[in-house]
């Protein structure tokens, strides 16, 4: 593909609405997605796949004019989210809660989970990439639904760890 069409790509992608586009031209496949951070050009050898570590996401940042208006019962849930250890998504990709369609989901809530167990896994360009545990603990809630699309920082996870 032509450099300038790329570009040109690039540069609708950045004054769109759109988020993702994926072309394939004369035997040539692209695929441009937008993330928070600008536009990326995802590429590489779609026959290496390996595992990924969630990474670290920042605190919500939440206006003091907001925090006066919690309900008594949301802040009760938001002091023991605290205590939790939240697993976001390393990329944008799409969700998936068992190794097979039918099969048994890699964890549930309330489920103990090791260092480097399989959580679940994370499809991005027909790429099965699987999502270890970084932390062992308890599952206590499971972010998102099967099958659903996720973009890079989105919590999947949270996870009180265990008291060593």
């Known amino acids: 593909m032509d450099i300038r069409y790329l570009k040109k790509l690039i540069k609708i992608i950045e004054e769109s609405g759109i988020n993702e586009l ?11 997605v937008k993330n928070p951070s600008g536009v990326a050009f995802l590429g590489g050898n779609p026959h290496l796949a390996a595992p990924v ?3 670290p996401h920042a605190p919500e940042q939440v206006p003091a004019s907001a925090k006066a208006f919690d309900s008594s019962s ?9 205590n939790f250890v939240e ?12 190794p097979s369609p039918g099969g048994p989901p890699f964890v549930e809530v309330g489920d103990h989970v090791k260092l480097g167990q399989t959580l679940c896994i994370l499809e991005a360009m027909k790429l099965m990439n699987e999502l270890e545990c970084d932390v ?9 639904e099967n099958a659903q699309p996720v973009e890079f920082g989105h919590r999947l996870f949270l ?6």
């Open 22 to 32: 994926e072309i394939e031209d004369g035997g040539s496949r692209v695929k441009i």
């Open 136 to 144: 062992p603990g308890i599952i206590r809630e499971i972010c998102v």
């Open 53 to 55: 570590h969630s990474l």
């Open 87 to 98: 697993i976001t998504s390393p990329m944008v990709g799409t969700f998936y809660r068992a």
């Open 159 to 164: 996870i009180e760890p265990e008291e060593l």
């Open 74 to 82: 949301a802040a009760k849930e938001k002091k023991e989210e605290e």
